[in-house]
Nanobody, 121 residues
């Protein structure tokens, strides 16, 4: 069973930086769209950034210019570089990936276990 394994969360002061990483636990047949979502207490899970297999990126307006998503296709890993962090960025961050185990048409959505990011003011 393929899993997404996240790392890199923690506590940082406002204005600081963190880098999140997320890798598949084994090599699936194909990995498509990858991304990061976050969920703050009492709020819904929202998209932070996504990246296609061609490297096309999309960002939530609230993180544009501060966060950068990237991926290493050979390692099936996605990264989120977070700079100039603000207290409102505090949330549990979840990795997301569209993965196919056998063909190029049977993609399913997988989620990481979540990693806490806390930004103090």
């Amino acid at each position: 069973q393929v899993q997404l394994v996240e790392s890199g969360g923690g506590l940082v002061q406002a204005g600081g930086s963190l880098r999140l990483s997320c890798a598949t636990s084994e090599n699936p047949f194909s990995v498509g769209l990858m991304g990061w979502y976050r969920q703050a207490p009492g709020k819904e899970r929202d998209v932070v950034a996504t990246i296609t297999t061609l490297g096309i990126t999309h960002y939530a307006d609230s993180v544009k210019g501060r966060f950068t998503i990237s991926r290493d296709r050979a390692k099936n890993t996605v990264y989120l570089q977070m700079n100039n962090l603000k207290p409102e960025d505090t949330a549990v961050y979840y990795c997301n990936a569209h993965i196919s185990l056998h063909t190029y048409s049977d993609y399913e959505v997988y989620w990481g276990q979540g990693t806490q990011v806390t930004v103090s003011s």
